[in-house]
């Protein structure tokens, strides 16, 4: 019986009943070491097995932290009739997590029986296992399923859960009562005295009670002291004690076991005849297990009787000890290099470079596959034992970078702290100083970096280094967009990236150009990335380079014709790591062109994943992409709770182009709502250059809703101006969304009906929402000058197109000005807007023809939790059938 624990069993049973009900879901038990997880696990398993649901299990293991899907090779494993699914799920190291949890959630789907999930000591899970099973566990909402996992406290596991978004239960002390009853119950009859200082010592957890009891039950309270030891440290202690009373070959056995990274049996005892003089046999485990130390399965698996046992066996032994060990695991691993090469560097006691390069290759295949703790470990390993101080700078830097995905500051931190600036290569050294200005946050722009940049450019490209030079630029590109870098340093990475596109078919190139040079180079980038849009099959990742790129030129349409391209790619290789960039790098080009309704579809999976993957760096990009919709909808309250939360983001960093945005989002806000003052003073600091939110290549995209405001505060003086300022520019980038607001903006200046006509007869293909605001600019003029007749057509094709956009607030205006020519237009109905944002990306693909079991593949769910959301959005959208989606949802 547990003692205590009432509310924890409770939530126990409630997470059972879903898995009855069909209504799945995960919980998380944490507290620290001893506290009673395991116990919970256990007792929650037996009520399951009891109501009829079938258990699977698995566990991290501290030594199996870099072998990928160890953990989710033993939870496949301990059930024989799905153990084949790992052939499909894991069969290469480098299959994507994010995949492998659409492949775990197939198989559950795949039975009616309900089913439980234990995830013991998930901070010790490898990092491919973790992210697979904390993906699953977020999408069993539908499902007869759930997950139960244990984690003890600390900063890595703040880390991972920080992000996961799954509930926890934090398991605390037990009270003095139940404390006194189980130790009571551990060691009976044990002195008051004794009993006492045990209880003091434990502190209300439950396996100190039981060890510390049992131990002074059998030594007295020599087991129990120093008390200035914390608890974990005291159980190690005991566990040590247990360990030392082992014979000679049996610690040795132990001390092996604990540093392998597998549970093998058989393997161990061949690791350890390379460590013992002596013979060792399989059965000189045998003492471990009458103490209970450890237990062996019937398949020869060795499990530790508590993880502090692997801890206090580690600390216990010398350096040259674990050396010996490692280096007998590696022998023994020869067959399995990917393990191998973890134990090699673990016993080598000097740099040793082919061995950093075997570490640099494991890094870079996980890095590959998303897994980002393991491809920090490894560089950081291989940097260790790196003998080229070049090479070490280098492989702390893409240490420092994996620590970044995670999320990781301390590490980050860290890292760069022993990076040694003077010993990096000159394009190192550039990634460095970038990398070190973001992590302190002591300014966002300059030229100084953007010069380093382009000389490691030119020494890389002079000296034929193509794969570098390509690596390099990556790195920089979107940066150097928001920057505010010299004409001269700019220039000259231009000329250096038109040199690689003349000798490099890389497909990226012609985005990177867009992105750094978008003025003096915008055409011709223009040209290329039309050129590969055209030919079709880009890589993923170089369709959403080339988006950026497209989007930096000012070409809306083709930026989200590539994002699109980019999004059904990266789903379908599971590279969520692109992925949530592509979709919110999608949306943002969506709402320049007006299109409300996509770029409301894409930001809510966009958003959640960079959560999910640990990027908040980019959560203020779609926030304004959300805020800049919100305000084209004319929801004010939304937008500007958008606006906020990214200017509280970014404020710190003082002068930052990304701010933009906000005076992008309050500027449309205020527009949309009848504001036109407010209006024109937010959007006309975008294109001040003293302003600490200029940028100029946002501005390509808020000439129109400039003007705009312009035309309704009076402004016309200052936007004469800005026209013609920016008609240069115009003239040299051949920008699409600049030259149309300039259009816009001229017809503004001229006011006459010839000015209106040629703005209205010019042919804007992939821009309705500016061609539906010349309509509606153009009949309000007519309508003014008593031309209703004449102004109704031009109105009511501007409110239809809004409409369909979802420009609801420019809409309305539109249908005012209509009903002031003496004609309505009835107000569409938006049931639409009742759906929850998941159920909306299910029903406009359900919509466009896509089967339940495709869209489970492209949302990473399972076919029943498509099935089950299907069910939910027809009566909400007041349909009977999958026809009728698509005008519910007015797709064309």
Same mark, same amino acid.
């Given at each position: 019986?547990?003692?205590?624990?009432?509310?924890?069993?409770?939530?126990?049973?409630?997470?059972?009943?879903?898995?009855?009900?069909?209504?799945?879901?995960?919980?998380?038990?944490?507290?620290?070491?001893?506290?009673?997880?395991?116990?919970? $696990?256990?007792?929650?398993?037996?009520?399951?097995?009891?109501?009829?649901?079938?258990?699977?299990?698995?566990?991290?293991?501290?030594?199996?932290?870099?072998?990928?899907?160890?953990?989710?090779?033993?939870?496949?494993?301990? &059930?024989?009739?799905?153990?084949?699914?790992?052939?499909?799920?894991?069969?290469?190291?480098?299959?994507?997590?994010?995949?492998?949890?659409?492949?775990? $959630?197939?198989?559950?789907?795949?039975?009616?029986?309900?089913?439980?999930?234990?995830?013991?000591?998930?901070?010790?899970?490898?990092?491919?296992?973790?992210?697979?099973?904390?993906?699953?566990?977020?999408?069993?909402?539908?499902?007869?399923?759930?997950?139960?996992?244990?984690?003890?406290?600390?900063?890595?596991?703040?880390?991972?859960?920080?992000?996961?978004?799954?509930?926890?239960?934090?398991?605390?002390?037990?009270?003095?009562?139940?404390?006194?009853?189980?130790?009571?119950?551990?060691?009976?009859?044990?002195?008051?005295?004794?009993?006492?200082?045990?209880?003091?010592?434990?502190?209300?957890?439950?396996?100190?009670?039981?060890?510390?009891?049992?131990?002074?039950?059998?030594?007295?309270?020599?087991?129990?002291?120093? %008390?200035?030891?914390?608890?974990?440290?005291?159980?190690?202690?005991?566990?040590?004690?247990?360990?030392?009373?082992?014979?000679?070959?049996?610690?040795?056995?132990?001390?092996?076991?604990?540093?392998?990274?597998?549970?093998?049996?058989?393997?161990?005892?061949?690791?350890?005849?390379?460590?013992?003089?002596?013979?060792?046999?399989?059965?000189?485990?045998?003492?471990?297990?009458?103490?209970?130390?450890?237990?062996? *399965?019937?398949?020869?698996?060795?499990?530790?009787?508590?993880?502090?046992?692997?801890?206090?066996? #580690?600390? %216990?032994?010398?350096?040259?000890?674990?050396?010996?060990?490692?280096? @007998?695991?590696?022998?023994?691993?020869?067959?399995?290099?990917?393990?191998?090469?973890?134990?090699?560097?673990?016993?080598?006691?000097?740099?040793?470079?082919?061995?950093?390069?075997?570490?640099?290759?494991?890094?870079?295949?996980?890095?590959?596959?998303?897994?980002?703790?393991?491809?920090?470990?490894?560089?950081?390993?291989?940097?260790?034992?790196?003998? *080229?101080?070049?090479?070490?700078?280098?492989?702390?830097?893409?240490?420092?970078?994996?620590?970044?995905?995670?999320?990781?500051?301390?590490?980050?931190?860290?890292?760069?702290?022993?990076?040694?600036?003077?010993?990096?290569?000159? /394009?190192?050294?550039?990634? #460095?100083?970038?990398?070190?200005?973001? #992590?302190?946050?002591?300014?966002?722009?300059?030229?100084?970096?953007?010069?380093?940049?382009?000389?490691?450019?030119?020494?890389?490209?002079?000296?034929?280094?193509?794969?570098?030079?390509?690596?390099?630029?990556?790195?920089?590109?979107?940066?150097?967009?928001?920057?505010?870098?010299?004409?001269?340093?700019?220039?000259?990475?231009?000329?250096?990236?038109?040199?690689?596109?003349?000798?490099?078919?890389?497909?990226?190139?012609?985005?990177?150009?867009?992105?750094?040079?978008?003025?003096?180079?915008?055409?011709?980038?223009?040209?290329?990335?039309?050129?590969?849009?055209?030919?079709?099959?880009?890589?993923?990742?170089?369709?959403?380079?080339?988006?950026?790129?497209?989007?930096?030129?000012?070409?809306?349409?083709?930026?989200?014709?590539?994002?699109?391209?980019?999004?059904?790619?990266?789903?379908?290789?599971?590279?969520?790591?692109?992925?949530?960039?592509? !979709?919110?790098?999608?949306?943002?080009?969506?709402?320049?062109?007006?299109?409300?309704?996509?770029?409301?579809?894409?930001?809510?999976?966009?958003?959640?994943?960079?959560?999910?993957?640990?990027?908040?760096?980019?959560?203020?990009?779609?926030?304004?992409?959300? /805020?800049?919709?919100?305000?084209?909808?004319?929801?004010?309250?939304?937008?500007?709770?958008?606006?906020?939360?990214?200017?509280?983001?970014?404020?710190?960093?003082?002068?930052?182009?990304?701010?933009?945005?906000?005076?992008?989002?309050?500027?449309?806000?205020?527009?949309?709502?009848?504001?036109? *003052?407010?209006?024109?003073?937010?959007?006309?600091?975008?294109?001040?250059?003293?302003?600490?939110?200029?940028?100029?290549?946002?501005?390509?995209?808020?000439?129109?809703?400039?003007?705009?405001?312009?035309?309704?505060?009076?402004?016309?003086?200052?936007?004469?101006?800005?026209?013609?300022? $920016?008609?240069?520019?115009?003239?040299?980038?051949?920008?699409?969304?600049?030259?149309?607001? !300039?259009?816009?903006?001229?017809?503004?200046?001229?006011?006459?009906?010839?000015?209106?006509? +040629?703005?209205?007869?010019?042919?804007?293909?992939?821009?309705?929402?500016?061609?539906?605001?010349?309509?509606?600019?153009?009949?309000?003029?007519?309508?003014?000058?008593?031309?209703?007749?004449?102004?109704?057509?031009?109105?009511?094709? @501007?409110?239809?197109?809004?409409?369909?956009?979802? &420009?609801?607030?420019?809409?309305?205006?539109?249908?005012?000005?209509?009903?002031?020519?003496?004609?309505?237009?009835?107000?569409?109905?938006?049931?639409?807007?009742?759906?929850?944002?998941?159920?909306?990306?299910?029903?406009?693909?359900?919509?466009?023809?896509?089967?339940?079991?495709?869209?489970?593949?492209?949302?990473?769910?399972?076919?029943?939790?498509?099935?089950?959301?299907?069910?939910?959005? #027809?009566? +909400?959208?007041?349909?009977?059938?999958?026809?009728?989606?698509?005008?519910?949802?007015?797709?064309?």
């Amino acid at each position: 019986m547990i003692l205590g624990r009432r509310t924890e069993i409770n939530a126990l049973a409630t997470l059972l009943d879903g898995a009855a009900t069909g209504d799945g879901g995960a919980l998380v038990l944490r507290g620290e070491a001893g506290i009673g997880k395991s116990t919970l $696990l256990e007792h929650a398993a037996e009520q399951a097995a009891g109501r009829g649901l079938r258990v699977l299990g698995t566990a991290g293991v501290q030594a199996e932290v870099h072998i990928p899907y160890a953990s989710l090779h033993r939870l496949l494993r301990a &059930a024989p009739d799905v153990a084949g699914a790992a052939v499909e799920i894991l069969g290469s190291p480098d299959t994507l997590p994010f995949r492998a949890a659409a492949a775990l $959630l197939d198989v559950l789907a795949a039975d009616d029986t309900p089913v439980l999930i234990t995830v013991e000591d998930l901070q010790w899970l490898d990092e491919a296992s973790w992210e697979a099973l904390a993906f699953v566990a977020r999408r069993l909402r539908a499902d007869r399923a759930v997950m139960l996992l244990t984690a003890r406290d600390g900063r890595d596991v703040n880390r991972r859960l920080s992000g996961a978004g799954l509930p926890e239960v934090r398991l605390e002390a037990l009270t003095r009562d139940d404390s006194a009853a189980l130790l009571e119950r551990a060691a009976p009859g044990l002195a008051d005295r004794l009993a006492t200082q045990v209880l003091l010592a434990a502190r209300g957890n439950p396996l100190g009670l039981v060890e510390l009891g049992e131990a002074a039950l059998r030594s007295g309270s020599v087991a129990i002291l120093p %008390s200035r030891l914390p608890l974990s440290e005291r159980l190690e202690r005991t566990f040590s004690g247990l360990v030392a009373e082992m014979p000679p070959v049996t610690r040795s056995l132990l001390l092996v076991a604990a540093l392998d990274d597998g549970d093998d049996l058989d393997e161990i005892v061949r690791a350890c005849r390379l460590v013992e003089p002596r013979a060792v046999r399989h059965e000189d485990i045998d003492p471990a297990l009458a103490t209970r130390l450890v237990h062996v *399965d019937e398949q020869g698996r060795v499990e530790f009787r508590h993880p502090l046992l692997r801890s206090a066996l #580690y600390h %216990s032994a010398t350096a040259m000890q674990r050396r010996r060990a490692h280096a @007998a695991l590696a022998e023994a691993l020869a067959t399995n290099p990917e393990r191998s090469v973890w134990h090699q560097a673990a016993a080598a006691d000097a740099p040793d470079e082919s061995l950093a390069r075997q570490l640099t290759e494991t890094a870079s295949q996980a890095r590959h596959r998303q897994a980002a703790g393991i491809a920090m470990m490894a560089f950081e390993q291989a940097a260790r034992l790196s003998e *080229d101080p070049a090479a070490r700078g280098h492989r702390l830097l893409s240490a420092a970078d994996m620590a970044s995905e995670q999320g990781d500051n301390v590490a980050v931190g860290r890292l760069i702290g022993e990076i040694r600036a003077h010993e990096l290569s000159r /394009g190192d050294r550039a990634v #460095y100083d970038l990398r070190l200005e973001t #992590y302190h946050g002591t300014r966002f722009t300059g030229t100084e970096w953007l010069t380093s940049f382009a000389d490691a450019l030119d020494t890389l490209t002079a000296a034929g280094e193509v794969t570098r030079a390509v690596q390099l630029l990556d790195t920089i590109a979107l940066r150097a967009h928001f920057s505010e870098g010299e004409p001269a340093a700019v220039q000259r990475l231009a000329v250096a990236i038109e040199q690689l596109m003349d000798i490099s078919p890389d497909q990226q190139l012609p985005g990177f150009l867009g992105l750094i040079a978008p003025i003096t180079h915008g055409e011709l980038a223009r040209r290329r990335i039309g050129e590969l849009l055209i030919a079709g099959g880009a890589d993923p990742y170089a369709a959403y380079q080339l988006g950026l790129g497209a989007s930096a030129i000012g070409d809306a349409p083709m930026a989200c014709e590539l994002h699109a391209v980019a999004a059904v790619g990266c789903r379908a290789q599971g590279r969520l790591g692109v992925l949530y960039r592509a !979709l919110i790098c999608h949306a943002m080009p969506a709402v320049h062109a007006g299109d409300v309704r996509t770029a409301l579809a894409l930001l809510p999976e966009g958003e959640a994943l960079a959560r999910e993957i640990g990027e908040p760096n980019w959560l203020p990009a779609a926030w304004t992409a959300a /805020g800049t919709a919100e305000a084209l909808r004319g929801n004010v309250t939304a937008a500007e709770e958008r606006a906020a939360a990214t200017e509280a983001v970014l404020l710190p960093y003082g002068r930052n182009p990304l701010l933009a945005g906000v005076h992008q989002i309050r500027g449309i806000a205020a527009l949309g709502a009848g504001r036109p *003052d407010e209006a024109f003073r937010e959007l006309s600091r975008v294109f001040d250059p003293a302003d600490h939110s200029y940028h100029l290549h946002t501005g390509f995209y808020l000439v129109a809703h400039l003007a705009e405001a312009a035309a309704g505060s009076g402004s016309l003086a200052q936007l004469r101006r800005l026209v013609e300022r $920016l008609s240069p520019i115009g003239e040299q980038s051949q920008a699409p969304a600049l030259l149309a607001g !300039l259009g816009y903006a001229r017809a503004v200046l001229e006011d006459s009906a010839e000015g209106w006509e +040629k703005a209205v007869g010019e042919d804007l293909p992939g821009w309705p929402f500016e061609q539906a605001r010349r309509r509606h600019a153009y009949g309000s003029w007519l309508r003014r000058r008593r031309k209703p007749a004449e102004s109704r057509p031009l109105l009511r094709a @501007a409110a239809t197109t809004f409409d369909a956009l979802g &420009a609801t607030a420019w809409a309305e205006r539109s249908r005012a000005e209509l009903r002031a020519s003496g004609e309505s237009l009835r107000k569409p109905a938006e049931t639409a807007a009742e759906l929850t944002p998941q159920e909306t990306q299910i029903a406009r693909l359900a919509a466009v023809g896509l089967s339940n079991r495709d869209i489970a593949e492209r949302l990473f769910l399972s076919p029943r939790t498509v099935t089950t959301h299907l069910s939910r959005v #027809y009566p +909400k959208l007041g349909i009977t059938s999958r026809s009728e989606l698509a005008r519910a949802l007015r797709i064309t």
